[in-house]
């Protein structure tokens, strides 16, 4: 046994696992150290040896195996297994080889205790396994040998044969060879690549264990086991498992008899059968609970009645089950709350707010597009918003399908179960409603081909027509035919109380994003401190509003828009007054009309042909003007505050709209000019806001408050923000538009070659999916600075689609962020991640 | 006589100009200044008094005016003329008035000289002018007067009437509410307004300058008129002016006889009236020439054959008439050539580039636009490419027309003698490539429709159709019904020695950008030092080209697409072995694809149709694949070195292409790669560029260099420059791309705003005109800074349409960029500016 200095502390290269043993899981990996605390409960493990990292690593680069230390512990003739013992075990590691040491000698000494037939069966089980993961043979090179005395030989000669030496009888050459296999395993390329996509660093050790089974088979109930104590779909207190007893002959053909754990009607039980060992089994488990803090799954076997603990691993379990169990661990004392909180990955809290499709559930994957808003739903396919609209009165739920979805679609969008589109990327407009409204949503399935006229959905030779059942998972981005089983959501009990904690530790604030009345009720659903972000826009597209928006687009004179605009008035204001009274005082950030004009026209003939009519206007005439106003590049076009100064009209009308709201319902509206890229235009739209604002004041004889912020959206406005910043109450970062033009990337044609370029590595992740940090969070921070320093009280936020991304809050809290802004459903998430990364500082700070 | 001391130097209030008085142009005034040196010359200058800068405010503010002080000099019953002289001459002011001090008497005792008839006209004459000028009254209160007894009156009473005082009998009185005029106009909205758009600061003063007019007129020759010494057009010398000679009966009523100043055949001339005289004058003018070190134009009286100089100005002259001057003076040994390049505004030399509507000419303005490429031209309208072409071959001059022209457009305007385009701003494609060709262009005329059907175009009720004759002024972005009078184009031997000695002093590189084989002869001719920017996306628009490169597109495996750029591979290399034979060993960077492949594509119906025919393929398939591959916003999708990630074999044809035209040219090429966002995408083009490179050097055994660099075009390239820098050779700026991401502004849409934000002052100056310094030019800088930072030798220049612009070289030569590289036709006019820049440094360290 050799000892090394490694920092200072003393590690054991190669020990037995003892209650006194030096055993770090950062030397050792997670499954010794578990073993050592499970023995220092009391617990009856069986003699274990553990191989540190850095001799696993040796061994793995072909230096000798020190087998003399290592079966020091070990009985002459017993049998070994071996596991992997990796510092986390999510990363993973080669799969454990049990029954090392059997041999001609030992198979002999078999037979004559279970008999011939399980004995040849046991060892000829054991030289294939040996052969193909040890030895790493071909197994098409072995004969499909019966266990019988020539099936043997036969094997035994393939051995010989590809080998090119005899199968190795000596239970240290074995433990050797696989000792050597599984070190070299960790080192391979796929297993590095696997695990460092777990998070895993490059220079990731793995140990070793070596285990001592049972001994040789004998009279009395004999089997193993594993058992744990909750539900692993709902964290609820359970005891689960599965026994398997080796005393009845079918034992070596590996069909030994799975009976009960706990009593049950339906058969046998190991409660039943071996009582005492059974409540020692639930004993250890209350202690294990307690002691280690966690929900665990222990692996046990039971030896002419007497129990041994061989192994515990923290209980697999879903996203529900993850909060309640910590949730629950906090209510009994055994965590405190901080633990709690970060115990729970912020991703999984979204995933309870939607349907899954069951884990289990066959699954007839039609296509894969982009995952753009997660969960499931089931519905048939419609391929127009009317015909969705149509299906929903007839209560059917329905799939919406479209090549891309525009504005006009949002109707269409409200009613459907869930949208697919051939086209777009994680921010297209699909996308960005689909997570608005929750809906899952799945964009860019562009092996899809979608026939508007036949209403058809081709897929190379399959072929989906109007009203054929779909399940779209927007979790995996997989288009299912068919009505797949989904799990139930909703925030349960244990999440309120996870996320009540959070608000006690987190010190960001976290905004939503909502547009519409439903979304603001979502918001407050999920208690979000305000609105970030409230877009307009999408107020236009509802009912006959879109017709008074077009008229007013066609309106040849500034009185006859003003007129226009005089209609639009109290539907603006009535939306704001609803929005107001829903957000019950906090905070609303209405943002001014930001897209280009013409995302309000029609440009299919069908379109153009019922807006002539509607206008009153010759059809060439309204094609003209549809023509005039498209643009090359709409996104770095005629819209945002480009509106405000050209057609100030308009906001005009909406500024109005907010204050005669704010009054009505006794708020003060935060008012976003959108698209700045110099001071002058925030000084401009301030001008008429204000002016507005004494007329209203005028008018109605009432104060009204209000601030005026400016939304850094366009790389210029970041690095102006010095020069803005004393003419504006607050800053909010629009990520979205902030790194389409930082990347000069739009996120509605990214979709064609986001995929090969995230897989070649050429971006490592989707940058509209996660916040660049190296680019866009840098325009970030230098605007946030610059902005600051110009003037220090500031408020500074962030409402683009990262809002809920944890490292963006990261940076913002960093940067002195007042809040941060994201769509409702990632609300839950946001808070906390807030709440995590405070924690994580005063972790580190201590 | 007040004397005050302003910054520690004595100037003089009001004080008669003599040899010895203290005269600054900065206190006093140019004119005065120059009054001054005249007299120092010898030149015989009326008595003059000058009034100073401050003493022109205190007059306009409502002091009193010390007309003691400023009437000392003068005899008195002289007449007085007041001058305005500012700091520059090309800050105007108020204009000129003379005969002050006529009144009731002057009047009678001038019956006696001159006549009745002629001393009533000029009496009265003067009486309106003050009226309207000084007194300030409303010339419609005045009655049309005959130069009688009565017509005098009535004037007198209509002046009393209308001012409510008699008319000023006081000379002093006079001059005093002249020099009070004067000075409040100086001070007036209008006339601020008009200077500070010529640069003027804002407390910009005005010196005024009082002189004695001839006495009273007696017997022998009289008269006044101007003189210089060189042809206002070409520069070269030539005796010019207008002499007015009094002598005769009919002077008082505004009718001098204009008589030639040289002998003439035609008529009298002063040099035979008066030689001696005349011969003074020519002396005089050598002598301004030699000791004011410019062309002067002086302004001179004849009284009793005695010759009297009043003033001088620099001769007003167009663009070629200045460089010839500046050339000449300094090749007369009178200025050096470091003051002849100073005098000179590059952006004159690009007018000389070009032809230009004759300045007197007539013009019927049809309509206006950007005036997006200098120079005139003359030509039938035509509406397609394809007429252009036709028109072309019947050897008729044409004027393409198009809504917006397209990479398909390129062949007519080729052809084409200037192009009018309804939409796209100052560097939309029509700009650009005008630019390039050097072609007349105006685009963004937004007033005009355009039917490509009825082949007409239509401004307010005007009407014009294809065949119709117009002239595209592009300098002034005029369109004029016919055939309007031109100006020679074309560099003369002055502009070659004025460049040549630019040249001596620049010390960043000029390239120029060029595609084809004339934009390089363009550029040769031009001593552009080499290319820094050749596109090649515009080599596949020609001829059959564009049909192979739609079967690339449209090729369904790597291996179709392989095939088809095998057949592009010749075409390419034929192209690049021009080009590099052109540019006779210079520098040639090459940018590989760029724009996305649907630009390639038709869009209109017959054109889907011509296609589908060449492809044999139905039109539905190709009408679905063109629709496929459209953008939402082409500027920012897949294209540059996303082109190059996803579907490499085009650039590795390309690459083989420049490299096998290298090694026959025996040259160095430099490759650069498009919209780069992220180092990896530079790791990954290079490393396939190598492998060409290898591959070539394999196949012909012949070494080939080149060397990598990329197109920071996005503001994440220029953040992570630092990142980047280490894998490139050179690191160059396309500002065209970056000011459009860094300003969410398409150049293509920008037109429909751009002219309110200009005027409306949100932005200064069109950023796609003129860099914008504290945006763009800061992503520069800092992308400079760290690309230096993490790779010293890195190459740094500057590609965009911002290359030309002097304000962007400089900051470009402060950054340590080595070359800046703009359109061949604005090589001259920067490379003066960059000689400028460095002189300017030199200057100010001195």
Redesign the interface.
Known sequence: MQRKNLSDEIVTDIAPITSDAYMKARYHGGRAKCLQRLIRLGMPVPVTSALCFETVRGIGEGQPVDLATIMTPFSADSLLSVRPSSENADWGGPAAILQIGINDARHAALCEIIGEDAATALYLKFIRSYALHVARLDDDDFPDAEPDAAGLKATLAAYEDVAEEPFPQDRGVQLAAVLRSMARAWGGTTARLLRQAQGAPADAGLGLIVQEMAPTPGPGERGSGEIHFIDTETGLPQVTGRYKSRAGARDVLGEADEIYLTKDPRGPSLEELEPAAFAQLIEYGTIARAKLREEMQIKFAIEKGTLAILDAVRVPRNSRASVKVAVSLAEDGIIDTKTALQRIEPAALSELLHSQVEADAPRDVVTSGIAASPGAACGKLVFTASEAQASAARGEPCVLVRRETSPEDIRGMHVAQAVLTERGGITSHAAVIGRGFGLPCIVGASEIEVNDRARTLVVGDRSLAEGDMVTIDGTAGEVLAGAAPLTKAGLDDSVATLLGWADQFRDIGVRANADTAAEAESAIGFAADGLGLCRTEHMFFEGDRLTVMREMIFADTAEDRAAVLERLLPMQRADFKQLFRIMQGRPVCVRLLDPPLHEFLPTDREGLRDLAAALNLPVSDVTERVRDLS????????RGV?LG??IPEIYDMQVRAILEAAISEGTMPEIMIP?V??R??VE?VQKRIDAVGAAVRAETGLEVEYSIGVMV????AA??AG?IAPHTAFLSFGTN?LT???????R??AG??MS??VQ????NEDPFHRL?M???G??LQIGAERGRDARPEVVLSLCGEHGGDPEAIAMCRRAGFTYVSCSPFRVPGARLAAAQIALAEVLESA
């Open positions: 643009e090359y590049n709409p996104m770095l076009g005629m480009r100064i050209t698209l890229t110099a002058k235009e401009l959206e366009t790389p210029r690095l102006r020069d538009d389409q033009m930082t990347y000069g990337l739009s509605d044609d064609r070659f090969p370029y070649q590595g050429v971006y660049d190296d680019g866009v840098e325009l």
